[in-house]
């Protein structure tokens, strides 16, 4: 199957990606949090691995994203640094470790990329965090934005509606996108917002817009694996294309052992010393 890269083999990097934008491909991002799957996403020809604080929900089982710490991030920064070859890396900032003041924020980062070996970070927000991102950014740090739905504002938003719909909200969201291309981020993510306003966001910004639930008319997508792959069942946007249902081969292949351990017929011979 193609991949539709024009070199499959080069390395990932920020400066790649706003070349990529510039020639129109589409950039194709998902989550990975641990050795074996990013290993799995590399190979497969994935062009960023996002080590998501979607880990929270989908490692830890909590329902919100606000658990996670840095040094839980970390860990599973590392364990994919040591998987990936070719794709970018960013990492999440979690929740609590950036929005304090610039200088933790900045050491938050510092952390992440001296001890992941993570090549950028993701900060939730537009002007409420400007400070933090130009600190980050000027110790050399790649910066990822993320605005639209930010679910470390859960319980400030109170709902996982779509965002933006309303034309204050959908203006603020510009001018941040603009801000944060300005003052030198690498690339943004956009969360459930309507297609339209992703669409003009990316036709008015010269860095990679990456969509999440922001239509078709952005430089490229990402999706949470365990979702798109059917890992993770019990979530089910509109936004989310369902790839495969690992859970359920997973299910079946789990109760093809315990039927065969049960009946003595694992191990045979054959498999046995
Ligand atoms: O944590 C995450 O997985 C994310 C994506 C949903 C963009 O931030």
Redesign the pocket.
């Given at each position: 199957m193609s991949t539709n890269t024009t070199d499959n083999a080069r390395k990932v990097t920020t400066r790649r990606l706003v070349e990529m934008k510039q020639r129109g491909e589409k950039i194709s991002m998902l989550?990975a949090y641990d050795f074996s799957s990013a290993k799995i996403l590399d190979e497969a020809g994935i062009d960023v691995i996002?080590v998501?604080?979607?880990a929270s929900n989908v490692m830890a089982g909590n329902v919100t994203?606000l658990p996670i710490t840095l040094d839980q991030m970390i860990y599973h920064a590392k364990s994919v640094m040591k998987a990936t070859r070719r794709a970018l890396v960013v990492t999440?900032m979690p929740f609590g470790s950036y929005q304090g003041n610039p200088m933790e924020a900045l050491a938050s980062a510092i952390r992440i990329m001296k001890e992941s070996h993570s090549e950028a970070v993701?900060m939730e927000g537009g002007s409420e965090i400007r400070e933090s991102v130009e600190r980050i950014l000027s110790a050399g740090i790649p910066v990822m934005g993320?605005l639209g739905l930010t679910?470390q504002s859960i319980n400030k938003f109170g709902t996982y509606n779509v965002r933006a719909r309303e034309e204050a909200e959908a203006k603020k969201l510009l001018e941040d996108a603009k801000m944060l291309e300005e003052v030198g981020c690498f690339a943004i993510?956009l969360?459930k917002i309507p297609a339209e306003l992703a669409a003009k966001v990316a036709s008015e910004l010269t860095i990679p817009v990456i969509g999440?639930g922001a239509g078709g008319g952005v430089d490229g997508q990402?999706l949470?694996m365990h979702d798109m792959l059917g890992i993770n069942q019990g979530f089910s946007p509109r936004f989310l294309r369902r790839y495969a249902d690992l859970a359920g081969i997973m299910t079946e292949a789990v109760q093809h052992y315990i039927a065969d351990v049960k009946s003595s017929d694992f191990p045979s011979p054959e498999e046995s010393y």
């Open positions: 989550t996002l998501g604080d979607s994203t999440d993701k993320h679910p993510v969360e999440i990402v949470v």
